[in-house]
């Protein structure tokens, strides 16, 4: 990937909170977001939700998200989400959410684990990263690396280029393929939508049946 100057560079994730949200169940209760980061993305979703759970696996960044000002309904926590001792609602959540977290785990063990984590009639909605394998794959940086150098140069002109929650960051190469997702998510989550986005992105969004 063609690296852009530190003054234009921006945030991926942020990009695709927007989407996330149109995802979030009307009259959701409780919400889990899994790699929370900083906490960006939590704090947004505890303006709609009533209650959020937000985890991620290093200390670092919870400790990070918990020195923000935050909203009285977020409870943060450091943990590994396939750690068979992690303490979560033992009802599920009307909505969970993964942002760049995913590639980081195991991929069939981790999607099994979140669709546990819905509630039935509850939403998965997960952003994440995938291996470029096909010509497909790199056809698409004709098209991405002109527009992240557009977004870059607009926001950096109206003073919202960087990226200030990558400092101490984990950072993990994606190990599986598009096509590797789209089946995994086929094989554990039925009628879950799987799609190539801009920016190296893919999204995943699945409605648990109501009666699982």
Same mark, same amino acid.
């Given at each position: ?135 497909? /794959?790199?056809?698409?940086?004709? $098209?991405?690396?002109? =527009?992240? +150098? *557009?977004?870059?140069?607009?926001? %950096? !002109?109206?003073? @919202? ?11 993990? /190469?994606?190990?599986?393929?598009? $096509?590797?997702?789209? =089946?995994? +998510? *086929?094989?554990?989550?039925?009628? %879950? !939508?799987?799609? @190539? ?16």
């Amino acid at each position: 990937m063609i690296q852009l100057p530190q003054a234009l560079l921006w945030d991926h994730n942020s990009h695709y909170h927007p989407w996330l949200l149109r995802q979030v169940p009307q009259r959701s209760a409780r919400a889990l977001d899994v790699g929370c980061g900083t906490g960006a993305f939590a704090r947004q979703l505890a303006a709609r939700v009533e209650h959020v759970d937000a985890v991620d696996v290093s200390a670092e960044m919870v400790e990070a998200a918990k020195g923000a000002s935050n909203p009285p309904n977020i409870r943060w926590a450091r943990a590994d989400l396939l750690d068979p001792e992690l303490a979560l609602d033992p009802e599920g959540y009307d909505v969970v959410t993964a942002i760049s977290s995913l590639h980081h785990m195991p991929l069939r063990p981790a999607l099994t684990k979140l669709a546990e984590l819905v509630r039935p009639g509850g939403t998965l909605a997960v952003v994440g990263h995938y291996r470029k394998e096909t010509a497909v /794959d790199f056809a698409l940086d004709a $098209v991405t690396l002109p =527009a992240n +150098a *557009a977004v870059g140069v607009c926001k %950096a !002109a109206r003073g @919202r280029a960087g990226k200030p929650h990558d400092d101490g960051m984990p950072v993990k /190469d994606p190990v599986d393929t598009l $096509v590797d997702i789209r =089946a995994a +998510a *086929a094989e554990l989550l039925p009628g %879950a !939508a799987v799609r @190539r986005r801009l920016f190296w992105r893919v999204t995943l969004h699945w409605r648990k049946p109501k009666g699982s």
